[in-house]
């Protein structure tokens, strides 16, 4: 189906217009904050990463990469302390991430695709069919977009 493939393009296009940001801006810019009361660049970083590789178990794939990410970068906000993690690291956990996601999407039909994802029980599914993967992917393509805005204005 066209739409699905639209919608899988969107993300891929999203990832790579990130990944341009993060090649673009130096381990200084991502250390500061994106605006007064906002997070940092590195939390960005952490939180894009986390947030994609909770996409693994939630479309059905298999267990997070990265377990590790989530209290920092999805369960707590930045508190602009010094994380656990470095630029380096996240960068590298980033295309990591990407990959896996690139491997089993390329597998996946357009029937897989409006497959439910594994937060729904089926008898919700049956009433709510929209709740599939595609609909999951359409929403993280988003997430994913805001989060490009934030980190362009890092940029000098």
Sequence with gaps: MMQTQMIIESWNITVKRVYDLLVKLSDEE?????????????????????ANDSMLPLL????????????????????????????????????????????????????????KHTAISDEDFAKEPHRNRLNVLLSRTN???YHQGQLALLLK
Excluded at 60 to 85: I, Q, S, T, V
């Design 30 to 50: 991502l250390m500061k904050v994106v605006s007064p009361n906002r997070n940092r660049g590195i939390y960005l970083l952490g939180h894009l990463t986390a």
């Design 60 to 115: 059905g794939f298999r267990e997070p990469m990265l377990p590790e990410l989530k209290d920092c970068f999805l369960r707590n906000p930045d508190n602009l302390e010094a994380l656990p993690f470095t630029i380096t690291d996240l960068r590298q956990k980033w295309i990591a991430v990407d990959d896996e996601l690139k491997k089993h999407f390329n597998n996946l039909s357009t029937e897989d695709w409006l497959q």
């Design 143 to 145: 997430h994913l977009s």
